[in-house]
């Protein structure tokens, strides 16, 4: 029988109990490899629970696990299930079912078997992707969850919701070796943890190409304020992914063409003229206002910022800045359909109230602009009643506008 037609047949079988592991070891009366040879290839599988209900599970469904030692009916939060993803499927009777897993393991669990990864930098829902592969009945499955892959370093992630299961990590059992390193990209030297929902935690992106790291809200300093220059909107007429300005001396040229393109300036660090320029502010104002809002909040993530789940706002603001910026580079205004590009629910990732964010006892600098009165610094805690108003904390890294 060609292995496309059996993977479409089901099992269905009753579930007699669930059956806890052994701690990530093999199961009893697991098929030895000759036996699992022989066995019949499924794509998926049916289980009954004591309720009657049926769960279907398949090839590839990221399953959780009634952990070693707890019984059915135990109350256990979702985190604190084992996770695995299925790799195969092959029963020899109705009863007698057997499913090929890799492991995720959790952060504790990874720790045991790498001491010096350090587990309290990882948040309740993260795991850690291994090549521990192992052999399970099917009995053991208690239902499906999401799980998503996490790369810190994108700038384009897609959302991890507060509750997803997700990993950053791939641990080498055999080997004990965890990539990639967790990246410690604050001055403090201590990785990012999703699930610390402390304001001193949330993380500050710093956009400058030259930066693009995250920075605790707690370990941003006081010393020193931002350039003069970027106390504005000014840095949205830098080009979001190569940190070009704009060259501004043809923004104020009335002669031009509309739909002429406007060079970006070829230096990196040449300044930008002192404030807005009217051409640029009178650009800004002619888009539509929601996005001119979105592209200047700051981008942040963390447990205090909970509308971000775990990835934050990056994708929503960095693509409300490139719409900014080729709309203002491009003389053009934004065409009607611009909310398509923007990522689901943009909305409530670019409503940033950072007055709660803001450590009141460490008093940072915190430069405050507001729509209708430019731009003001001052020490002490945001305020946050003025929806429109944008906050610009220093980058500990470069000193520009976070
Ligand atoms: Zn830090
Ligand atoms: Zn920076």
């Not at 469904?61 to 092959?90: E, F, M, Q, T």
Request: some cysteine; overall charge neutral; proline content about 7%.
């Amino acid at each position: 029988m060609p292995k496309a037609a059996r993977t479409k047949q089901k099992w269905s079988h009753k579930k007699k109990s669930k059956v806890a592991l052994q701690p990530l070891g093999h199961a009893k009366h697991a098929p030895t490899p000759d036996k699992w040879g022989k066995m019949i290839q499924y794509g998926t599988f049916q289980v009954t629970d004591e309720d009657e209900k049926e769960y279907g599970f398949s090839v590839d469904d990221v399953v959780r696990v009634l952990p070693n030692g707890r019984k059915v009916g135990d109350k256990l939060a979702i985190y604190d299930y084992w996770i695995s993803r299925i790799l195969d499927i092959r029963a020899t009777k109705e009863s007698d079912v057997w499913v090929q897993i890799e492991w995720f393991y959790s952060a504790r669990d990874a720790a045991r078997e790498v001491p010096t990864f350090d587990a309290s930098r990882c948040g309740l829902y993260e795991r850690l992707r291994s090549n521990h592969i192992d052999y399970v009945s099917s009995s053991v499955f208690d239902g499906s969850v999401t799980l998503r892959k996490y790369d810190e370093t994108s700038l384009d992630q897609d959302a991890i919701l507060e509750d997803d299961f997700y990993y950053r990590y791939t641990i080498d059992v055999a080997n004990k070796e965890i990539s990639p390193a967790p990246r410690a990209t604050c001055t403090c030297n201590l990785p990012y943890n999703p699930s610390d929902a402390a304001p001193d935690a949330l993380m500050h992106f710093c956009p400058q190409p030259a930066c693009r790291n995250y920075y605790h809200s707690g370990c941003i300093t006081t010393k020193g304020a931002p350039p003069a220059t970027e106390r504005d909107r000014g840095f949205l007429l830098r080009d979001p992914d190569t940190g070009v300005y704009l060259e501004l001396d043809l923004m104020s040229s009335a002669s031009e063409p509309p739909k002429k393109r406007r060079r970006p300036s070829a230096s990196h660090g040449a300044p930008a003229p002192e404030g807005l320029p009217a051409q640029a502010q009178a650009l800004l104002d002619g888009l539509p206002p929601v996005l001119v809002s979105a592209a200047a909040q700051p981008i942040v993530k963390g447990g205090a910022f909970p509308a971000g789940g775990v990835v934050g706002n990056i994708t929503a603001v960095l693509t409300a800045r490139r719409l900014v910026f080729e709309a203002l580079r491009d003389g053009q205004k934004v065409t009607d359909g611009w909310q398509a590009h923007m990522p689901d629910g943009w909305q409530a990732l670019v409503d940033v109230r950072l007055g709660e964010g803001v450590s009141a006892t460490r008093r940072p600098r915190v430069a405050r602009w507001s729509a209708g009165g430019g731009f003001s610094k001052g020490k002490g805690k945001a305020k946050t009643d003025d929806a429109d108003e944008v906050l610009a904390l220093e980058c500990p890294g470069c000193g520009g506008p976070i």
